[in-house]
């Protein structure tokens, strides 16, 4: 006897895995592959370009991922669920600002570095990269405590899963 599987019970399978794709990107680049480029890149500015790629890749993917969730839960029907669609939106936002605004600032300031460096023989970033990368750091945990939530709480059509 052949099993199938409701659409709608591949559309909730799918809005989770991206979801825990979203929180595993999220996670790995943050607190897991940063911390070991500092660790034993053995040089800290090869260490913080090096993180910069990284973070740009789980951003461009996780916004993808999320843009995928919405779409996903577009056509389940939950279009009632306010405050899942609002931490969604709010997961995405922080991406986007760590991505389209923060990051561009740090890189300006790297590249400052680069520029005054051979100058004056002096390598240092300026103090207002510590403002600008505290605060990556704390969108950056915003979005992973977000992600976790979706992860641990997103909604789902009832009784999506019944097999035939």
């Not at 940063?34 to 916004?63: C, E, M």
């Not at 029907?77 to 931490?87: D, F, I, Q, T």
Request: proline fraction near 4%.
């Amino acid at each position: 006897m052949p099993v199938s599987i409701q659409p709608a019970c591949i559309q909730v399978g799918a809005a989770r895995l991206a979801l825990a794709l979203v929180f595993g990107l999220l996670v790995v680049s943050g607190y897991v592959v940063a911390p070991q480029l500092f660790a034993h890149a053995g040089n800290r500015h090869l260490a913080g370009d090096l993180a910069g790629h990284v973070f740009h890749l789980a951003n461009i993917g996780a916004l993808m991922l999320l843009a995928s969730v919405a779409g996903f839960w577009w056509r389940m029907g939950l279009k009632s669920r306010r405050s899942a669609w609002l931490v969604l939106l709010l997961l995405f936002m922080c991406l986007a600002i760590n991505e389209f605004a923060v990051a561009p600032v740090i890189a300006g300031l790297k590249a400052q570095r680069a520029l005054v460096a051979p100058a004056t023989g002096e390598a240092a970033l300026p103090h207002s990269f510590a403002m600008w990368h505290g605060l990556s750091s704390v969108i950056h945990l915003l979005a992973t405590l977000l992600a976790a939530w979706l992860v641990a709480s997103a909604p789902q059509e009832r009784n999506a899963c019944s097999i035939s």
